[in-house]
């Protein structure tokens, strides 16, 4: 017969709960790591699991530095360097993976939870959001099991009961937590996370056909609006990025100012009509300059509770002094009539219409074809645009998110791309819309350029705040017109209008059975995401975003003025102060306490007052009891007088009678219960009795020793 296979051991036990917290951590970063990171990690917990479950032997030493060696080894080779972002982060998870495989005393157990901690910290340099910390919390909660357990190496304690313990100490330490979290001083860049731990998504400063219809793809938060007053329409939420001048047959850049060039440090004047826009945005990290802001916002500044931008407006354009690595707030007026670049001389005006030589040819032969016709010729560049749109509309051109850029491979590169789009395909998305159109123009002679960023907004009905989603990422085209300056046109609109009246955002093309199945769009399913949304968007605002002007502001409110640091530091030291305070008080009242008899304090005054009359004291605890003071009354030698015999024997009566009054039945003749406090009443012409034959007989000796002497 088998034997009965035996419980799993109280370390194994453990063991197991450690590997399952550690798991748990390291599974956010399973699709950062290199995949011979997570397989090496993912292999050495399940040993010791299995080592844990059966009570094997560790590995040799030996084993370990040469799975080390190697693990170093691999992390040079990936990321060329040991030291940064993602190489520290893959030797954090393969060491902790290796340190469980000598996991076997406290200190190790120190060690490894020590390495989860880390690892905890380095997950928020990927990612901040709630489902993130929520997920952590488990982890720190996790972990703080394992501490507890590691504390207690007698017995066999329950993996709840520790747990409680463990979820109780979390929960004690949440407010010292929020104290913290609130006038810990924000100090320069030690509060903020490195640069390259945001992630990068946004507009560039150049465009390569196929660039925005990648970003439209992208479904995440650009930025978040709140309307003052009544919101601009759809077609009117175009938020200006980079305006892109140069174009050398491939790419469009922004244009530079060459050497020995006067640089621009006025901005342009612009001509306004109407009310004025006023809007709050908030603007996730775009790790660029400039700003994409609605057209035309004329006046930006930050809010009290942030810290100052270094903004400056070039055009319609605003920029930072500083690429954008975190995420802002700002206020700004915007105005939807306007007019700019009235005023440019013909020399500048030379810059938008230059084309590279040699690059498609077929599209600049039609354009200056259609150019010469008759009807043409003298046209205004308006009656020139608006031919291009009659063409566009006219020769059913198709929107699409997938033109089929990538159908030449990179070694037969098609050079001549808006020949092909314009001519020959007749499909495509904004960017070759607003690229050839801008071309057409040049080869006709008309100042033109491409303007990049986003187009539309929708509505969260939960916060009442406009989305702009990466996904609204667009381009359109200028063109210039005498005695107005630069009018937008875009050509998107001529051919899919939906495109700049919408307001939710593009879905990416579906393919196999996911495009065979009608889009799952249900009501509460927006509804839902609205929700998320809308809450992520108040987890960012209050607590990603809280800064030192936000901490100033609180404490303002508070009555304390904080004016640098170290306000905010002394407000820190009073509040944790008052904490330790408030704990050392609570403490004190649920500290234990020993129940004490009523009868505590009429022994002590019989005590003291026989002490004080010289008997010496029973041995023993004081104070003594009555029937013990009474035994050492009667085993005294005799008395110098009869008085002194007297008292002794009224004392030891009275002694005799409190302790039956204390130890007595507890009911009186009629079968009533009996109080304490009848008994105390009852026993305090006993001990003033005790009291005074205690001074009487100090009286009396005084006196038999004032005679003999």
């Given amino acids: 017969m088998r ?35 997570s397989a090496g990690a993912t292999l050495a917990m399940l040993w010791r699991a299995h080592m844990a479950w059966r009570d094997g032997r560790l590995p040799p030493r030996w084993v370990l530095l040469a799975a080390l060696a190697v693990c170093v080894g691999l992390t040079l080779m990936t990321h060329r360097a040991l030291f940064g972002r993602e190489a520290g982060v893959t030797l954090v998870v393969v060491l902790t993976g290796l340190k469980t495989l000598e996991l076997r005393a406290r200190r190790d157990a120190f060690v490894v939870t020590s390495l989860g901690f880390f690892l905890i ?16 919390a488990l982890a720190v909660w996790g972990l703080m099991t394992s501490l507890v357990l590691a504390q207690r190496p007698l017995g066999r304690p329950s993996l709840l009961a520790v747990s409680r313990e463990a979820g109780r100490t979390l929960v004690w330490g949440a407010p010292l937590m929020l104290v913290l979290f609130l006038l810990f001083p924000r100090i320069g860049p030690l509060w903020a996370l490195p640069s390259d731990a945001q992630a990068r998504s946004g507009l560039s400063d150049s465009l390569t ?36 001048d140069d174009f050398d047959g491939k790419t469009w850049r922004t244009r530079r100012v060459r050497r020995g060039e006067p640089e621009d440090t006025e901005p342009a004047p612009i001509e306004t009509r109407g ?28 809010p009290a509770q942030q810290a100052a931008l270094r903004l400056q407006r070039q055009g319609l354009a605003w920029t930072m002094g500083a690429p954008l690595h975190e995420r802002i707030q700002l206020d700004a007026q915007a105005w939807t009539h306007f007019r700019h670049g009235v005023n440019h001389t013909p020399s500048e005006l030379a810059t938008w219409v230059q084309l590279p030589q040699g690059y498609n040819p077929r599209t600049i032969a039609w354009a200056q074809n259609m150019h010469r016709d008759p009807a043409l010729a003298q046209a205004s560049p308006r009656q020139l645009v608006q031919a291009v749109l009659a063409h566009i509309r006219r020769e059913n051109y198709s929107y699409t998110l997938a033109p089929g850029d990538d159908e030449t491979s990179p070694n037969q590169a098609q050079p001549h791309q808006v020949d092909r789009f314009w001519l020959d395909r007749r499909a495509g998305f904004c960017e070759h819309f607003a690229s050839s159109f801008v071309v057409v123009m040049r080869a006709m002679g008309v100042p033109s350029r491409v303007v990049t960023g986003y187009q539309g907004a929708e509505l969260n009905s939960v916060n009442g705040l406009y989305i702009v989603r990466n996904s609204h990422a667009h381009a359109w085209a200028e063109y210039w017109q005498a005695g107005e300056g630069w009018v937008r046109a875009d050509p998107t609109a ?12 593009l879905a990416a093309p579906r393919t196999g059975l996911a495009g065979a199945l009608p889009e799952f769009d249900s009501p509460v399913w927006r509804q839902g995401k609205a929700f998320w949304e809308a809450t992520n968007h108040r987890w960012n605002v209050w607590v990603l975003q809280y800064s030192r002007g936000r901490q100033q502001q609180l404490l303002g409110k508070l009555g304390w003025d904080a004016n640098d640091w170290t306000d905010v530091a002394r407000a820190l030291t009073i509040a944790l102060s008052g904490i330790a305070l ?116 100090r009286v009396q000796r005084a006196k038999v020793r004032h005679r003999a002497h």
């Fill in 209 to 244: 056909l196929g660039n925005v219809a990648e970003l439209a793809l992208d479904d995440s938060i650009a930025m978040h609006l709140r309307f003052e007053g009544p919101p601009p329409a759809p077609s009117e939420m175009y938020f200006r990025g980079p305006v892109l």
């Fill in 3 to 37: 034997a009965p296979r035996l419980a799993i051991s109280r370390e194994g036990r453990d063991t197991l709960w450690l590997l399952a917290t550690l798991a748990l951590i390291m599974a956010p970063h399973a699709a950062r790591l290199p995949l011979w990171c």
């Fill in 121 to 136: 910290l380095t997950q928020f340099l990927y990612s901040q959001s709630i489902v993130l910390a929520v997920l952590m």
């Fill in 275 to 302: 009310p004025a826009i006023r809007y709050q945005l908030t603007m996730e990290a775009t790790h660029a300059r400039i700003l994409p802001l609605l057209e035309a916002t004329l006046k930006v500044q930050t």
């Fill in 494 to 505: 001529a051919v899919a209008p939906e495109r700049i009246d919408r307001s939710r955002p």
């Fill in 582 to 697: 408030a704990g050392v008080g609570w403490l004190w009242l649920t500290r234990e306490r020993l129940h004490q008899s009523p009868w505590l304090r009429p022994l002590w005054s019989v005590h003291r007052a026989l002490v004080k009359a010289g008997f010496p004291p029973p041995d023993g605890q004081a104070p003594a009891y009555a029937l013990s003071w009474a035994r050492v009354l009667q085993n005294m030698g005799p008395a110098a007088d009869e008085r002194q015999a007297t008292l002794v024997r009224q004392t030891v009566s009275a002694l005799q009678a409190l302790d039956a009054l204390r130890y007595g039945p507890s009911q009186d003749a009629t079968g009533q219960s009996i109080k304490p406090r009848q008994l105390l009443a009852l026993a305090k012409p006993l001990i003033r009795s005790i009291e005074d034959n205690a001074r009487q007989w």
